[in-house]
């Protein structure tokens, strides 16, 4: 399963220029595999004019195996929630498996 978004991660990395990395976290990035788990993807941005709460459709990869859940952020973005201690933000990078990187 992990192969298979991989590959929709490429896909979508080589699609949208825009698209610096994409990360997998939760449950199926520390392995913990039950029938009702969803893909947690963080997808960051060089930058993005969309509102944040309208990203996450542009970026949602067709043809996954399982549901998916993204956080879409800007570089930026991200940079600022790491300085101000965002916990969600730390412990997704702390667990998080790279699955593209431009």
């Known amino acids: 399963m992990i192969s298979t978004l991989r590959e929709l991660a ?8 825009e698209v610096l990395e994409i990360r997998l976290f939760g449950s199926l990035a520390r392995g913990e595999r039950n029938p009702r788990a969803d893909a947690d993807l963080l997808v960051v941005l060089e ?16 043809g996954s195996p399982v549901p998916m859940d993204l956080t879409v952020c800007t570089r930026e973005e991200l940079g600022r929630e790491i300085a101000a201690g965002n916990r969600f933000i730390r412990r997704i990078l702390a667990e998080s498996l790279l699955l593209y990187a431009r």
Do not use: I, Q, T
Not at 10 to 17: E, H, N, W
Not at 47 to 62: G, H, I, T
């Open 47 to 62: 930058a993005s004019d969309v509102p944040f709460r309208e990203r996450m459709p542009l970026y949602k990869p067709a």
């Open 10 to 17: 490429v896909k979508l990395g080589a699609d949208r220029p």
